[in-house]
Nanobody, 124 residues
Framework: QVQLVESGGGLVQPGGSLRLSCAAS????????IGWFRQAPGKQREGVSC???????RYTDSVKGRFTISRDNNKNTVYLQMNSLKPDDTAVYYC??????????????????WGQGTQVTVTS
């Protein structure tokens, strides 16, 4: 049974940092593409970042240079390091896989599995 459990969200001031973690079970993350999407109230779902089994990384334009996705295959965990946070980054962040197993521009529209989400709030 596939399970994804996110953690690491919280309240942070603009310019601050957070590291999100997603612990996976039921499959080996190193063999699949996996990523993070976010959902804010009144806004469309946005694919933040994903990483392929070959470690190719994709980022949405608004987070490039600020966020970094990584993966620890030994821990079966994927991370999202978020620096220079802005109020517009406020959202619930979800760890997820694409049902096609891809990390392309529409991966977050074809969800296979996803976690319960973790809230990130950026405010002064």
């Amino acid at each position: 049974q596939v399970q994804l459990v996110e953690s690491g969200g919280g309240l942070v001031q603009p310019g601050g940092s957070l590291r999100l973690s997603c612990a996976a079970s039921g499959f080996t993350i190193g063999s699949y593409a996996i990523g993070w999407f976010r959902q804010a109230p009144g806004k469309q779902r946005e694919g933040v970042s994903c990483i392929t089994s070959g470690s190719t990384k994709r980022y949405t334009d608004s987070v490039k240079g600020r966020f970094t996705i990584s993966r620890d295959n030994n821990k079966n965990t994927v991370y999202l390091q978020m620096n220079s946070l802005k109020p517009d980054d406020t959202a619930v962040y979800y760890c997820a896989t694409d049902v096609r197993g891809l990390c392309d521009s529409s991966w977050y529209r074809n969800l296979g599995s996803w976690g319960q989400g973790t809230q990130v709030t950026v405010t002064s």
